[in-house]
């Protein structure tokens, strides 16, 4: 009889403690952060996977009006969001490309349009 207790005591306690670390899971994410999963168990928060969108279209800006280089940085950003959900930084890769090859070509049109002013 006191093994039943007993027994009953620790299936008590058990669903005591899977309660309360499931409240302290919930209260561990603040602003009702949604969590996003993938193939290999890795858990990624949404307010991090809107960090890399941002800075990956801020990237793409900066290529585009200062320095093709800044394309490596918004290419890396694309990567690591594809990393956490699959699929979703390859519109921020293909647009820094893109954008970087613009920006070197219309800086050769411009360094050729400049030589033909000076030169003439």
């Known amino acids: 009889m006191d093994d039943d207790f007993r027994k009953n005591d620790e299936i008590i306690e058990e669903s005591r403690k899977n309660s309360n670390d499931e409240e302290?899971?919930?209260?561990?994410?603040?602003d009702n952060e949604r969590i996003n999963t993938d193939d290999k168990g890795a858990i990624a928060l949404e307010r991090v996977d809107k960090l890399y969108v941002v800075l990956g279209w801020i990237s793409a800006a900066l290529t585009v009006f200062v320095t093709p280089l800044?394309?490596?940085a918004g290419i890396t950003f694309g990567v690591l969001l594809n990393k956490q959900q699959k699929g979703s930084g390859n519109?921020?890769?293909i647009s820094n490309v893109v954008l970087a090859l613009i920006n070197i070509v219309l800086s050769q049109v411009f360094l050729m349009l400049i030589n033909n002013m000076i030169y003439r």
């Open 91 to 93: 519109v921020i890769i």
């Open 70 to 72: 800044f394309a490596i």
């Open 24 to 30: 302290r899971q919930k209260d561990s994410f603040i």
